[in-house]
């Protein structure tokens, strides 16, 4: 794409103002501007009520067909970003939903709450730490009672924050990624496996680090590359009962752990635009592959990872 194409692309910034939906056929290089968001970082994780431009959670733009009719999900990380929008296309699906986030993006989770009860579904918002040994543990044990039963867990919640340099990445944010990213999911997994039936499906959200690290971001990376391992290793164990287990390799997606830290504000003008498409995602192009993984007709696909990065290379 030439840099006047990617001009002319990029004259509306918001992606939320769109007045399509993933069913309407369209050139992927022009469903969504090219963005060129500003280096600057926002506060704490980031909350997307904040972010510039705007992302497109699927508010307008998600259009379901009934494909979870009658599903309860749990997603972590679902008050913004890859989480909200997926919380989003499961309720247009059919499903109940409970997302779970820090207590400081409470506004977010709320904004998206509205959106799933404008749709006539059922969620519920609970705020807590994923590092919190006991708090994964109940985290289950009030989304079974919220939803009278659980089938889908999407492990989505997650920390990137990118470094200069290899030795900036102290004990403290080493600890803290590998706890959120992937120790996380190993509780959560444990406790939700008593509830979930045949059918039911997990799902983890991994990366294109995971193949492909920045070295900016080696701790972020190398919790990626684990998780898609234990995605695998996972799927062999619950096959035999019934449940899928599968993963998401976002690429570029504008989302708030960008501006937030995950990425170098130095960076974030030219977020994106290096992917074969010639721009960043929007969370809600990667709800149907959740979608996908989540409903009854992905019965054969089990310890896959779904890549949804706008072309970029993987093995
Ligand atoms: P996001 O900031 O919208 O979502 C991440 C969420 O993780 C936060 O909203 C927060 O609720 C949750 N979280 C973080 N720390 C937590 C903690 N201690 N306790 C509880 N919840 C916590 O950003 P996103 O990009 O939508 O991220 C979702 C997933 O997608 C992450 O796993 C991320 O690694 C992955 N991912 C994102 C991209 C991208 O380009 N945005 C690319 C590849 C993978
Ligand atoms: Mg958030």
């Given at each position: 794409?030439?840099?006047?194409?990617?001009?002319?692309?990029?004259?509306?910034?918001?992606?939320?103002?769109?007045?399509?939906?993933?069913?309407?056929?369209?050139?992927?290089?022009?469903?969504?501007?090219?963005?060129?968001?500003?280096?600057?970082?926002?506060?704490?994780?980031?909350?997307?009520?904040?972010?510039?431009?705007?992302?497109?959670?699927?508010?307008?733009?998600?259009?379901?067909?009934?494909?979870?009719?009658?599903?309860?999900?749990?997603?972590?990380?679902?008050?913004?970003?890859?989480?909200?929008?997926?919380?989003?296309?499961?309720?247009?699906?059919?499903?109940?939903?409970?997302?779970?986030?820090?207590?400081?993006?409470?506004?977010?989770?709320?904004?998206?709450?509205?959106?799933?009860?404008?749709?006539?579904?059922?969620?519920?918002?609970?705020?807590?730490?994923?590092?919190?040994?006991?708090?994964?543990?109940?985290?289950?044990?009030?989304?079974?009672?919220?939803?009278?039963?659980?089938?889908?867990?999407?492990?989505?919640?997650?920390?990137?924050?990118?470094?200069?340099?290899?030795?900036?990445?102290?004990?403290?944010?080493l600890e803290a990624t590998y706890d959120i990213n992937i120790l996380a999911m190993f509780r959560l997994v444990r406790a939700a496996l008593p509830h979930l039936k045949p059918g039911s499906t997990i799902i983890n959200t991994t990366s294109i680090q995971a193949y492909s690290p920045s070295p900016t971001l080696i701790d972020y990376a190398s919790t990626k590359a684990a998780i898609n391992n234990f995605t695998k290793g996972l799927s062999e164990a619950l096959a035999e009962k019934g449940i899928r287990v599968n993963a998401v390799a976002p690429?570029?997606?504008?989302?708030?752990?960008?501006?937030?830290?995950?990425?170098?504000?130095?960076?974030?003008?030219?977020?994106?635009?290096?992917?074969?498409?010639?721009?960043?995602?929007?969370?809600?192009?990667?709800?149907?592959?959740?979608?996908?993984?989540?409903?009854?007709?992905?019965?054969?696909?089990?310890?896959?990872?779904?890549?949804?990065?706008?072309?970029?290379?993987?093995?």
């Amino acid at each position: 794409m030439s840099s006047q194409d990617k001009k002319q692309n990029g004259a509306t910034q918001n992606a939320d103002q769109t007045t399509t939906d993933q069913l309407v056929f369209q050139d992927p290089t022009k469903r969504y501007p090219v963005i060129s968001p500003p280096a600057k970082a926002l506060p704490g994780t980031g909350l997307d009520s904040e972010m510039t431009p705007k992302a497109d959670l699927g508010e307008k733009s998600y259009r379901g067909t009934g494909r979870l009719e009658g599903r309860k999900a749990l997603i972590t990380g679902g008050d913004s970003g890859i989480g909200a929008a997926t919380a989003i296309a499961f309720s247009r699906e059919g499903a109940d939903v409970v997302i779970t986030y820090l207590p400081e993006e409470e506004s977010d989770a709320q904004e998206v709450a509205e959106v799933i009860r404008a749709d006539g579904r059922t969620v519920e918002t609970i705020a807590g730490d994923l590092r919190d040994k006991a708090f994964a543990k109940s985290l289950v044990e009030q989304a079974v009672k919220a939803l009278g039963g659980l089938d889908i867990l999407v492990n989505n919640g997650g920390k990137q924050v990118a470094t200069e340099s290899f030795d900036d990445i102290d004990d403290e944010q080493l600890e803290a990624t590998y706890d959120i990213n992937i120790l996380a999911m190993f509780r959560l997994v444990r406790a939700a496996l008593p509830h979930l039936k045949p059918g039911s499906t997990i799902i983890n959200t991994t990366s294109i680090q995971a193949y492909s690290p920045s070295p900016t971001l080696i701790d972020y990376a190398s919790t990626k590359a684990a998780i898609n391992n234990f995605t695998k290793g996972l799927s062999e164990a619950l096959a035999e009962k019934g449940i899928r287990v599968n993963a998401v390799a976002p690429g570029p997606i504008w989302t708030p752990l960008q501006p937030s830290g995950g990425q170098l504000p130095e960076a974030l003008p030219e977020f994106g635009q290096s992917t074969a498409l010639g721009r960043a995602g929007q969370p809600t192009e990667l709800a149907p592959a959740y979608v996908f993984l989540a409903s009854p007709e992905s019965s054969y696909v089990v310890g896959e990872t779904l890549n949804v990065n706008g072309g970029m290379p993987t093995p």
